[in-house]
């Protein structure tokens, strides 16, 4: 009797968990675009202001964010170190290589593709033109995300919870 116990209660622990892992996609997501946000703001100030080099801006923004958005900006900046390639190639292969560790959807990545095919390639007005555009669709999906997160995240966790509790009924 003991083992059915324990093995109803990991049951329900497991379909929890699952059910909070899915919910925490939806916050990340949504955090991670305003890290994009934040990051897109910045590299426009420095950009426009402060005369940065792209390769320097990346170390920079990498310093400033932190999580995946972090990694991404650090894996353009050594892209950039090693390959004697150009900006939206090493933007591309750092997207290629770092995205599928965020939470971010196609959209965003999208996003992020157009802006870095610009970057490095136009004067500075220009580039804060393609900035703004980039911070705009983000400011969208950013909005999209809220509301999924709002709509699914309580959601998520209770049917992890509820999904448990079936599955422990359907076993007893």
């Known amino acids: 009797m ?10 329900i622990l497991a379909c929890s968990g699952a ?22 703001l910045y590299m426009e100030t420095e950009i426009m202001y402060g005369y940065t080099p792209l390769n320097d801006l990346m170390k920079k923004i990498s310093q400033r ?12 900046a050594e892209e950039l170190e090693t390959m004697e390639k150009s ?11 770092r995205w599928k560790y965020t939470s971010l959807k196609e959209k ?8 870095g095919s610009i970057l490095g390639m136009s004067d500075r007005e220009n580039q804060q033109k393609h900035i ?3 911070l705009s669709h983000m400011q969208a999906e950013e909005k999209e995300a809220y509301d ?15 999904t448990g509790i079936l599955l422990v009924l359907l076993m007893f």
């Open 2 to 11: 003991m083992v059915k116990i324990l093995g109803a209660m990991l049951v």
């Open 19 to 40: 059910g909070y892992l899915i919910a925490l996609e939806f916050v990340n997501r949504t955090k991670q675009i305003r890290q994009l946000q934040n990051a897109l």
């Open 65 to 76: 964010e932190n999580g995946p958005i972090s990694h991404f900006f650090l894996a353009v």
């Open 87 to 97: 900006f939206q190639h090493c933007w591309q292969t750092a997207i290629d290589k």
């Open 108 to 115: 965003e990545r999208q996003i992020m593709l157009q802006l």
């Open 132 to 134: 703004r555009i980039a």
């Open 148 to 162: 999924a997160q709002t709509k699914y995240e309580k959601m998520s966790r209770t049917l992890g919870i509820l």
